[in-house]
């Protein structure tokens, strides 16, 4: 037998119903912030993600899946959004007009890494960028967006840990600072770690392995080595949070793991408890140097992207996910009740009423079973002899009462009574 490969997964049954459940708010929130959606290819030129994530990132050296294609150009399958969305801005040259522009995407990442717990070789990756606008108003809103959302979705104790970056000048600063201390503990730290000090000692800040070390535990305060106008910066996004009673922690120690970030850096953290102690369930950033980086012009940018299985994950512990119960079910016994049934339920659902029906021959005493199964509201019952004189019987499934209604009043009745 043929199975799915390792670190995918199926969506089927209730864990479709909560991806669906999940993409609804997703789509609702999108359109009530005003965010058009955008959609680029599951694979790209491998170049971009080198340029944009970064060479020496995890992602880039062990996780991308890489390969080429018959006419031996080299490929990735994307393993986040943002690079995709960034090239597409320039493609297609969105800067020319209407900035700032607000995308957001919705779609299948890949990369090679070890499954577990909300996490997956193949997985859905729901982000939004806002790509033209330095305010810091934009950063505020992208924070407070994924916060909101996760609210509206049942998530309860959210904190955000929050850092800034600063701009290109305060990072060298700060990395020079950093390198000096690092120096004399090196043997103490990680084989990737030591790499990591050469190619981007930033990046070290975030290790998995050496996070609990008294070394990592030690080091320069970032935010001691930026420029009064980037103090400045954080401090008014900050006080816009708390305006809008977003929770937040300041963690001067949060880069995240892609080097295209700078000045605002956030996570979105649950207390969940199905997902580990103080999981991640968003994270995002401003990323003002991409676009350029890229071949585009100057364009200042601010994103935040969340992994949709996570979010599932979490679900069952929230709210329990029901499918949407059926507005009827119609049930019949002979092949003129039959025909009956398909063209009544096509005109019920052409307005707006959804219904279902028998299609493998089960006899009437299995239907009503099957009726129950789907919660079906209203029980459609056709009989030939009812029919030959325009009647139709409607049973409400709760109370067990029957009424004859005339034919072509049948989706006025059931409209009016849903």
Not at 9 to 14: A, E, L, Q, R, T
């Amino acid at each position: 037998m043929i199975t799915k490969p390792k670190g995918c997964y199926d969506v089927i049954d209730k864990e479709a119903l909560k991806l669906n459940k999940i993409n609804r708010y997703i789509n609702y929130y999108c359109d009530f912030y005003n965010y058009d959606f955008i959609r680029t290819p599951l694979f790209e030129s491998r170049e971009l993600f080198h340029r944009t994530v970064g060479e020496s990132t995890d992602i880039v050296t062990k996780e991308t899946y890489d390969f080429k294609d018959r006419n031996d150009r080299e490929l990735t399958l994307r393993p986040e959004g943002t690079a995709g969305v960034v090239r597409s801005f320039i493609e297609n040259k969105m800067y020319g007009s209407n900035l700032p522009r607000k995308l957001y995407y919705n779609g299948t990442m890949y990369r090679y890494e070890r499954p577990g717990n909300g996490r997956n070789r193949e997985f859905t990756q729901f982000g939004v960028e806002i790509l033209g606008s330095n305010d810091v108003a934009v950063d505020v809103e992208v924070i407070s967006f994924a916060y909101r959302l996760f609210e509206e979705l049942g998530f309860q104790d959210l904190n955000v840990k929050i850092n800034n970056l600063g701009s290109k000048e305060d990072r060298e600063h700060y990395k020079k600072a950093l390198k000096e201390y690092l120096q004399p503990h090196l043997n103490n730290l990680c084989d990737d770690c030591k790499v990591r000090f050469e190619t981007n000692p930033l990046r070290i800040l975030d290790c998995k392995v050496d996070q609990d070390s008294s070394v990592l535990k030690n080091v320069p305060n970032i935010l001691e080595y930026q420029s009064e106008e980037s103090k400045e910066r954080f401090k008014k996004v900050l006080e816009y949070l708390r305006f809008l009673d977003v929770d937040y922690e300041v963690d001067a120690k949060l880069v995240r793991g892609l080097d295209y970030y700078d000045y605002t850096v956030f996570e979105i953290i649950s207390s969940e408890e199905v997902l580990g102690n103080a999981s991640t369930i968003a994270a995002g950033g401003r990323y003002n140097d991409l676009v350029e980086k890229l071949g585009g012009p100057s364009i200042p940018c601010m994103g935040f992207a969340c992994g949709l299985e996570r979010i599932m994950l979490a679900m069952d512990k929230i709210e329990n996910i029901e499918k949407r119960p059926l507005d009827c079910y119609i049930l019949y016994v002979n092949e003129e009740e039959k025909m009956k049934a398909i063209t009544l339920a096509q005109d019920l659902r052409c307005s707006g009423i959804s219904v279902d029906y028998d299609v493998t021959g089960r006899s009437l005493k299995s239907q009503f079973k099957e009726a129950d199964r789907n919660h079906a509201q209203l029980l459609i019952l056709l009989n030939s002899e009812d029919l030959q004189h325009g009647w139709i019987t409607v049973k409400d499934n709760l109370t067990k009462e029957e009424i004859k209604i005339e034919e072509n009043e049948i989706i006025d009745y059931i409209v009016s009574n849903g």
